[in-house]
């Protein structure tokens, strides 16, 4: 859901989204509730296949973000060269925005398992993260944080 969630809000043409798991199941689609939720902002799934992470993915990226913390530290052991780049996607739009990390409060909770409310609770939280780094990129013109601004 983030990955076409920051297609839609940033743009193609601003920078190049995708989204991978470590624990994946290649090929495999989005759920039914995932495509239902995003279906209400006018997003088609049906598409999405689950990619792998891989090494060669995370040498291409400027920019690694995790739901959880749980995966960002996972993520770290397994990749730990690739440690200035990864974030939660929280604590890097709380560093944008120049405010301080709440580490109790960094995870974005997996929906996968629950019903569509709970999609839709996480597409919500999402699209609110992925506006605000919308906004700070149209007041800057550029990925700054409110600091370096």
Partial sequence: MAEALARRYLGDDQVDV???GLFAIEGESASPEAQLVLEEEG???????ARILT??????SDLILTMTRAHKKMLLSLYPDHGKKVWTLKGWVASLKGEAIDTDNEDIPDPFGYDVS??????????TLILDVQ???????????????
């Fill in 18 to 20: 995708f989204s991978a």
């Fill in 43 to 49: 997003i088609d799934l049906s598409g999405h296949r």
């Fill in 55 to 60: 090494q060669e993915m995370l040498d291409q």
């Fill in 118 to 127: 709970v999609y839709a609770k996480t597409r919500d939280e999402l699209k």
């Fill in 135 to 149: 906004n700070i990129q149209k007041k800057h013109g550029e990925w700054k944080s409110e600091a370096e601004a």
